[in-house]
């Protein structure tokens, strides 16, 4: 005896796909609204017990032998209640933007269509359109192809194993102390030799030490001096970073990759914040040499405005992705490729995948290059506007102009525990996320300015609100 699906158990596709969908997408809009109003600020208040027990409560049994129809309302509005909200303009702790509604709408097709790129005949118009946006944001970037990644972490793991595969299995990296963990944390899933950290005493690679470091190190390993991106490549690999988490900085890209060119070192530039300047006429000299890279880090949910995730990697030499081709007969089959059918396999590390560039491709032609350059200048013009209100400040320090639109920012006087007293205590209660750093021996407050609809009146809030924990 066969069992009836439920009513609740509509597809989000096909024929009656729309009219599934249309009252869900009512329903979901109006507790994300509610949960907004319940929550009242960038942050749940009470800290993270407090947060817990709301969700339990709204929750309750998430497995029931009986489904509640309710459901959908109710955990999308526990969820956007507990949320920190990313489109609040105290919300500037992370790299963590506000996505964009065109590439939100977007992301909704994805979901109800639900390609795979891991085969063609599971994501024929999705596989085309990947290959046409990856090709244009290498090109944009000086490179010759790219592969999407789940972001940033994804990528420099990527980069690395294109890097030791080059050099048939050897490859010792070389990276500023500067560099984002996922690089020496790569290293060691690839059971690389332990990194070799280069000093970067005001924040960027210091490219006195790095030449000290690769001279060292070319004199007892294999030199090779053919300059420029696709020369023969000794075993090192350096990484330079453009846009660090902790204040944006751009590590000097030109003497990095003279040097790289000099000592036969391949170049990794983990980009991955400071990718999308190049959209901007006003700041993308700051990435002067970054098309002297072998490969390049970019995340458009960082300074793209994309919902997570929108990741990629983009290489000088299309030839090093040939080392990511698998066969698997059910899904590339030596006669479906003789008779055209395109291999998707070595396009990504991940075999199961969504088309995470339809909501790229939307933004890209929706915004343009000028469109999306206007809101890389508006974010890094309220950055300046921030860091001018704290300069002038008697009560606060800045620790430098912003290069991006990351500010550090403390208390005066203040003491290290004092300072993340403050943090915390916004925190609980719910009024504004700040991040933190420690970019020298005293740790700073961090606003990561990420949403382009922030105004000046919300930027002196944010540091009243400082303020005011201070003297609590």
């Avoid at 000028?370 to 209100?389: M, N, S």
Wanted: hydrophobic share 45%; charged share 20%; net charge negative.
């Amino acid at each position: 005896m066969s069992t009836a699906p439920p009513p609740d158990a509509r597809l989000a596709s096909g024929p009656d796909g729309s009219r599934a969908l249309r009252p869900l997408l009512h329903t979901v809009l109006d507790a994300l609204d509610g949960g907004r109003r319940a929550r009242g600020g960038p942050l749940p208040a009470g800290g993270p017990e407090a947060v817990a027990a709301r969700m339990r409560a709204a929750a309750g049994d998430v497995l029931p032998d009986h489904g509640d129809p309710d459901a959908l309302r109710v955990l999308v509005h526990a969820l956007a209640e507990g949320a920190a909200d990313p489109a609040d303009p105290l919300c500037a702790a992370h790299l963590h933007c506000p996505p964009l509604a065109v590439a939100t709408a977007a992301d909704l097709a994805v979901s109800a269509l639900n390609p795979s790129l891991d085969s063609w005949d599971q994501a024929p118009a999705a596989s085309v359109l990947e290959a046409m946006v990856t090709g244009a944001l290498a090109r944009a970037t000086g490179l010759a192809d790219a592969v999407v990644t789940t972001g940033g972490t994804e990528s420099n793991h990527l980069a690395l194993l294109l890097a030791r595969e080059s050099r048939a299995g050897a490859a010792r990296l070389v990276c500023g102390a500067n560099a984002h963990h996922s690089l020496p944390r790569a290293a060691w899933l690839l059971g690389l030799p332990e990194p070799v950290t280069v000093p970067a005493p005001s924040g960027v690679l210091d490219p006195a030490a790095l030449r000290d470091a690769l001279t060292g190190l070319t004199g007892r390993t294999e030199r090779t001096d053919l300059p420029g991106p696709g020369g023969a490549r000794g075993p090192l690999v350096v990484a330079a970073t453009a846009g660090t988490t902790d204040a944006g900085l751009i590590d000097p890209l030109p003497e990095i990759a003279a040097l790289c060119a000099e000592h036969g070192a391949r170049l990794h530039v983990d980009a991955a914040h400071g990718g999308p300047l190049l959209f901007s006429d006003r700041h993308r000299d700051k990435l002067a040499g970054l098309d002297a890279a072998d490969s390049v880090t970019l995340d458009l949910h960082k300074l793209g405005w994309q919902p997570v995730a929108a990741g990629l990697l983009a290489v000088h030499d299309p030839g090093d992705l040939d080392v990511l081709h698998q066969h698997a007969h059910y899904l590339n089959a030596g006669d479906d490729t003789e008779a055209g059918i395109p291999d998707l396999l070595g396009r990504s590390l991940r075999t199961t995948r969504r088309p995470d560039v339809l909501k790229i491709a939307v933004t890209l032609k929706t915004l343009g290059r000028t469109g999306l350059g206007a809101l890389v200048d508006t974010v890094c013009a309220r950055a300046h506007e921030f860091a001018a209100l704290v300069r002038r400040h008697p009560g606060f320090e800045l620790y430098a102009p912003p290069a991006i639109s990351t500010v550090l920012f403390r208390p005066a006087h203040a003491s290290d525990a004092a300072v993340a007293a403050v943090r915390r205590r916004l925190l609980d209660q719910g009024r504004a996320v700040l991040g933190r750093a420690r970019p020298d021996d005293r740790l700073w407050l961090k606003a990561t300015l990420l949403n382009p609809d922030t105004r000046p009146e919300d930027l002196a809030a944010l540091l009243q609100l400082v303020e005011g924990s201070t003297s609590a």
